[in-house]
């Protein structure tokens, strides 16, 4: 039910929109038949057609618009009985206006006016109606004011790119610019070299500098009883020594060089002591 009240209360209101211009176009009409028809001026008379015909094809074609949902003739009907009281009220005024006897008007101007007139006035609300004989009009209407409006176009157009070249080069200076030095960035990334880790292996020197200490005796395997090697550290009777910077074992004559702690007389890889310059042991970093 409220949606019901909500249609009509809608339709109401559009018809109440589609009357409003119809009305008043009915009316100035009535107004300008009346002072077009009491002068006589070529002028009036021809404001009088234009208003009549293209008025009507306009209002008309507004009044369709606004009420989609009823037949083409019943929208007909209904802007002829929306303007016939219209111009008929206008026609009233004008006379009023002018203090005109309507007799001596029709009569002096002639009954052949009044009915090309009204003819105009039927043929605008037609026009409106059915807007197919429109389409060839505009299409040409459409043609001849891009020929004229071509020109001055394609003029504008020159002097403003003139206007605007300057700063459209240097826009694309500063864009090639930043792209450039983006390829160059994104090139030299692929050129850096990759960071230093400590898990990194290492390209064995395959000839010992001089000048090295040599590798101490490794100290004679101790046995022990099964009960004191409970930790499980130890697996055989054979003691590895390993740097405390790779943790690789130090071999006999290793060819990466050994390099001795004069503290704690701890081995080292001589090229891990050449990395950090100190012993690894917990004593130097206190």
Not at 223 to 251: L, Q, S
Request: aromatic letters at 8%.
């Amino acid at each position: 039910m409220p949606t019901s009240r909500r249609s009509r209360w809608g339709l109401r209101i559009r018809c109440a929109l589609g009357a409003l211009p119809v009305l008043g176009w009915g009316f100035l009409l009535g107004l300008a038949l009346v002072r077009a028809n009491a002068s006589l001026y070529l002028l009036n008379l021809i404001a009088v057609v234009a208003l009549a015909l293209i008025g009507g094809v306009i209002v008309t074609q507004a009044f369709h618009r606004i009420l989609p949902e009823w037949h083409k003739l019943v929208r007909l009907l209904v802007l002829l009985w929306l303007t016939a009281p219209a111009i008929v009220l206008g026609l009233g005024w004008g006379v009023w206006e002018q203090s005109l006897d309507p007799l001596r008007l029709v009569n002096a101007t002639g009954a052949t006016l009044w009915e090309v007139e009204g003819a105009l006035v039927l043929a605008g609300l037609l026009g409106g109606t059915w807007t197919g004989w429109t389409r060839p009009l505009l299409s040409l209407g459409g043609k001849m004011l891009w020929a004229l409006l071509e020109p001055p176009a394609r003029f504008f157009e020159s002097v403003g790119r003139g206007f605007l070249w300057l700063p459209l080069q240097v826009v694309g200076f500063f864009r090639r610019t930043s792209e450039h030095a983006a390829a160059v960035g994104a090139h030299l990334q692929t050129l850096r070299p990759p960071a230093f880790s400590r898990r990194t292996p290492r390209v064995a020197s395959p000839v010992s500098p001089p000048g090295r200490a040599p590798l101490p005796a490794a100290p004679a395997p101790a046995t022990h009883h099964r009960r004191n090697n409970h930790n499980g550290a130890r697996v055989g009777d054979v003691i590895e020594v390993r740097c405390p910077y790779c943790f690789d074992i130090i071999k006999p004559n290793d060819p990466r060089g050994v390099k001795v702690c004069e503290v704690c007389h701890t081995p080292h890889h001589a090229d891990c002591w050449a990395i950090t310059g100190r012993c690894q042991v917990a004593h130097l970093n206190t």
